[in-house]
């Protein structure tokens, strides 16, 4: 069984940035594509980004240009770099393993517990 451990959320400014990883466990990591969802209050989960199984990024629209994903298939870990933050970034970020790098949370086999993201004005 996958086990996913988001770490890396808290409080920042409006402006700062933040590192999110996401360390896996349980199978085979370089078998699965990675995904970052985020889930504002009172909001539907929503696309952040996602990586496949060799690196290759993709985006949401609302943070192309200020997030960055990346893996370290020798660590077991996906991160999100988080520049230029804005108070509507705020939510609970979660990281997900799946079989492709998709926008489509149901694809996603895996899922973490979430971290904290809270961006002040």
């Known amino acids: 069984q996958v086990q996913l451990i988001e770490s890396g959320g808290g409080l920042v400014q409006a402006g700062g940035s933040l590192r999110l990883s996401c360390a896996f466990s349980?199978?085979?990591?370089?078998?699965?594509?990675m995904g970052w969802f985020r889930q504002a209050p009172g909001k539907e989960r929503e696309f952040v980004a996602a990586?496949?199984?060799?690196?290759?990024?993709y985006y949401a629209d609302s943070v192309k240009g200020r997030y960055t994903i990346s893996r370290d298939n020798a660590k077991n870990t996906v991160f999100l770099d988080m520049n230029s933050l804005k108070p509507e970034d705020t939510a609970v970020y979660y990281c997900?393993?799946?079989?492709?790098?998709?926008?489509?949370?149901?694809?996603?086999?895996?899922w973490g517990q979430g971290t904290q993201v809270t961006v002040s004005s």
């Open positions: 997900a393993a799946g079989p492709i790098p998709t926008a489509r949370a149901t694809v996603y086999n895996f």
């Open positions: 349980g199978r085979v990591f370089v078998s699965y594509a």
């Open positions: 990586c496949s199984r060799s690196g290759s990024p």
